[in-house]
């Protein structure tokens, strides 16, 4: 089995799964239970300073289905962050890093807009021996209404302000998790990075409406038949998540990145790899199918390895983001090829006039 440990802002992760923040990472007794099955690391679920003011709803979750076979393709959750006391979470999180030293525990915080709160949160929960931070700037729903979350993330002016007061006093690495919900993501990670943010890691999920009940007419997740747009995630984000990643590696070359969104397999790991991402973080995945898919997760990245020669991961790291060009200069390279092929050329421009008579006729509603 090819080598898959990797070394991202001093911090070793044994393998480059790690559990994304969400219900996979809830508490320290199924957190040390993936640990044990072989995760490389976890993304605690996002915690705050004082948890009284969280509080969930039932449902929060929704799922969209393949109409072949009923998989689950999309989620959509309306959940906020831990609603667990902070004490609770300082304890264990201690017991954790004792328990297992060489596991990546990285604690994912958010807090109100205010200096101070964020000093505290950074030196107390610093002190508990964790790996690294992930500032989550990025949930979409809920917190945005308290200003916090996505409400931060989206504003490349906030993003600099609150990782610069987390800098100040954070002495392990930092990582600002970023909202997909922008125009350009580059500018809040530009916004990030340039505050001294150690690492990116993105997406958190996408602001969505899953679906309307056709018995009730009410949208899901009804709670006392009212919802409100939650976040998505799930295979059907990965191409999305994918466009992100890419933009970021490709506006900061070597940058350090987690990729996240719509990861199930190895082989969709090894594809934000090759995108610029070094980890990988999965929370829907798990959800669905369990903790015991980091077998079939390692065992498909190294075959993946292995077919192409990769000792490590830091080998094929970006190896893929030089074949994003302008479209300007696609065509130009297919007038070459075609200049340099005519006989492939005519096979071709004819199964191209096919293609463009049978989506005219499709319009026309032929
Ligand atoms: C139920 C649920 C709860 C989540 N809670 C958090 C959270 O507390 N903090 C956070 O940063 N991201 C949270 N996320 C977002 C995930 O960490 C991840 O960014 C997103 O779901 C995309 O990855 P995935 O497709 O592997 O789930 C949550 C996602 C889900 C589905």
């Known amino acids: 089995m090819a080598d898959l440990s990797i070394e991202v ?3 070793r992760f044994p393998n480059p799964f ?9 508490n320290a007794r199924v957190i040390s239970k993936s640990f044990e099955l072989g995760w490389g690391g976890c993304v605690i679920k996002t915690i705050s300073l004082d948890a009284s003011k969280v509080i969930n709803t039932a449902p929060r979750y929704g799922k969209l289905m393949s109409r072949e076979n009923g998989e689950v393709i999309g989620f959509e959750n309306i959940e906020l962050i831990s609603d667990r006391p902070f004490q609770t979470w300082l304890d264990e999180l201690t017991e954790l890093k004792k328990r297992y030293p060489k596991q990546m525990v990285i604690a994912s915080i958010m807090e ?13 929960v610093e002190k508990t021996g964790v790996d690294g931070f ?6 979409p729903h809920g917190l945005p209404e308290r200003k916090m979350g996505m ?3 989206e504003n490349p002016e906030i993003v600099k302000e609150v ?3 987390v800098k100040e006093v ?11 919900n922008v125009g350009n993501p580059t500018v809040p990670a530009a916004a990030a990075l340039g505050a001294g943010a150690d690492g990116i890691a993105a997406i958190n999920t996408i602001l969505s409406v899953i679906g309307v009940d056709l018995d009730t007419l009410r949208p899901m997740p009804t709670v006392e038949r009212y919802t409100v747009p939650g976040g998505y995630s799930g295979q059907a984000v990965r191409p999305i998540a994918l466009r992100h990643v890419m933009e970021i590696a490709r506006a900061n070359p070597g940058v350090s990145l987690s990729g996240i969104g719509g990861i199930e397999t190895g082989a969709d790991a090894a594809q934000f790899m090759l995108l610029g991402c070094q980890t990988v973080q999965l929370c829907t995945g798990p959800m669905l199918r369990g903790y015991k898919i980091i077998d079939e997760l390692q065992r498909d990245l190294s075959a993946f390895m292995d077919k192409h020669g990769f000792k490590s991961i830091d080998e094929f790291v970006g190896k893929s983001l030089d074949a994003f060009t302008t479209h300007a200069d696609l065509v130009t390279r297919q007038a070459a090829a075609k200049a340099g092929n005519k006989g492939q050329t005519n096979r071709d421009a004819e199964t191209w006039k096919g293609d463009i008579e049978k989506e005219t006729a499709a319009l026309a509603g032929n």
């Open 9 to 11: 802002n001093g911090m």
């Open 18 to 26: 790690v559990l994304g923040s969400g219900p996979p990472g809830t």
């Open 112 to 124: 109100e807009y205010r200096r101070d709160a964020w000093h505290e949160i950074v030196e107390r």
């Open 134 to 139: 992930e500032l989550n700037l990025s949930c």
């Open 151 to 153: 409400a931060m993330g």
């Open 163 to 165: 990782v610069g007061w």
């Open 170 to 180: 954070s002495t392990i690495p930092v990582w600002a998790k970023m909202t997909p």
